[in-house]
């Protein structure tokens, strides 16, 4: 192993003191072409030009002398560190950091941070990178090439956002260029890059960003906190009167109960990255709670007044929610691939229909048994793990004269009553076999 390894951050300022005395000393230097070229590398070090990560760490392992990383800004910070300090290798490391590539990007633009979702499309996680850019207002993209700008925006076609590209940070060449997300893939954009996706009904004004979403406790003390969370009221599968107007005709609910709902988000498991959908949503109960998790959530309703009573839940939470106005089958086409699908209306056909777009998990309401026993055959058919059960629940109820109780007769002594219960609800889920 090398006698000594530092990990320099560099973010095109002159080097620190520390800095610029490993790099003189190192017999070993690995970074991007451009580092190398433009940092006052020995002429006598042997030089890596960081492709793979893990093949410099494993020849960093092999060398004697001392070795010297260089890396964008924070190396800390989704940066080389992670990989360089995995056990495999046995490396000790000194990280000295510059300012974070994130950082720079927000200070370009003359904005507030830490209330922004940070992600980084490396991997093949673009499709994750870009739900989150869908569910939150605020949200920086560490890229990667065939993963940078221009395809983040073809992923979110149709939902609008402004695109902050920083190109070549820190550098002479450092670009900063503002414009609409349909806009972005006319151009060739150059690496490395960050791109902040600011925008949608949470977001707040210029320069200032989401305030935790909507009506909840402002931001400034919890860096990332998921927008829409604790909001106005904490916890989920909340009462159905808190949401705004349910009810696709007066007097009519189009929301589930408190209890199912609580069992549905269970069994979709909505996690930041994840696209929801929610088919037959109604108000928007379920699809707002789905989005609290963190996850993109596409609702589609076939009643445009359920649609507008959607949009106003989502905003009362600070949440997104891209409402798709149509019937199931019709529309499907033409949305985004899910990660996990809820169908709350529309039987076994809209069920199959979802199921053709595979999604990891599927939840579904029906009405009668033998309709669930259909959505059931349906699912298995599939070739997902189905399962179901028929949910009912009854309220509990104080002795009359209690304190909290209606009316004014004296307790009876029996203590807690049974009130009506409901008809019940049939649910039927499945899972992608392994």
């Known amino acids: 192993m090398a006698d000594r390894i530092t990990v320099i ?10 800095a610029a005395a490993a790099l003189a000393a190192a017999t070993l230097v690995a970074g991007a072409p451009y580092q190398l070229k433009a940092l006052p590398v020995p002429a ?3 030089r890596i030009a960081l492709g793979s990560i893990q093949l410099a760490a494993r020849r960093i392992a092999e060398h004697r002398g001392a070795a010297v990383v260089i890396a964008e800004g924070d190396p800390g910070f989704f940066g080389v560190v992670r990989t360089l300090r995995r056990p495999e290798y046995g490396l000790e490391l000194e990280v000295l ?12 633009a003359g904005m507030p941070w830490e209330d922004a979702q940070v992600v980084s499309a490396h991997g093949g996680r673009l499709r994750r990178a870009a739900n989150v850019c869908r569910a939150h207002p605020k949200v920086a993209v560490l890229t990667a090439p065939g993963a940078g700008p221009s395809e983040l925006a073809l992923m979110l076609h149709g939902v609008h956002r402004t695109f902050v590209v920083c190109e070549a940070l820190g550098t002479p060449d450092e670009d900063i260029t503002v414009l609409t997300s349909d806009r972005v893939a006319d151009h060739i954009w150059r690496d490395p890059n960050v791109v902040l996706v600011i925008g949608g009904s949470s977001a707040g004004g210029p320069g200032g960003g989401p305030q935790g979403g909507g009506a909840g406790e402002a931001a400034g003390w919890l860096a990332g906190r998921p927008v829409g969370y604790p909001g106005p009221d904490r916890g989920w599968a909340l009462p159905t009167d808190t949401y705004t107007g349910t009810g696709r005709t007066p007097g009519a609910t189009d929301t ?10 269970a ?12 088919v037959g949503a109604g108000s928007g109960a379920l699809a707002v709670e789905a989005a609290r998790f963190g996850a993109a959530v596409v609702a589609v309703e076939a009643d445009g007044s359920a649609c507008a009573r959607l949009a106003v839940n989502a905003r009362r939470y600070g949440v997104e929610v891209e409402t798709v106005h149509g019937h199931g089958p019709d529309v499907l086409g033409e949305l985004p691939e899910p990660d996990a699908a ?5 039987g076994p056909d809209v069920v199959r ?3 053709s777009r595979r999604p990891e998990r599927i939840v579904a309401v029906a009405r009668t048994l033998a309709e669930a026993e259909e959505v059931r055959r349906t699912i298995a058919d599939a070739g997902y793990r189905a399962d179901g059960a028929l949910l009912q629940s009854a309220p509990l109820l104080a002795p009359p004269g209690a304190p909290g109780a209606s009316g004014t007769s004296a307790a009876d002594g029996h203590g807690l009553r049974l009130g009506v219960g409901d008809p019940g609800t049939f649910l039927l889920w499945g899972e992608q076999k392994a």
Do not use: Q
Not at 97 to 108: C, E, I, L, N
Not at 267 to 274: E, M, S, T, V
């Open 342 to 346: 809820v169908v709350e209306n529309g």
């Open 267 to 278: 069994r979709l498991g909505a996690r930041p990255g994840d696209l929801v959908w929610s």
């Open 97 to 108: 950091p510059a300012v974070s590539s994130v950082a720079a990007a927000f200070a370009r």
């Open 256 to 265: 589930l109960p408190a209890h199912v709902r609580a069992l549905v988000l």
């Open 44 to 46: 006598a070090a042997e």
């Open 353 to 355: 229909a979802v199921l």
């Open 9 to 18: 951050g560099w973010d095109g300022t002159p080097l620190t003191e520390a």
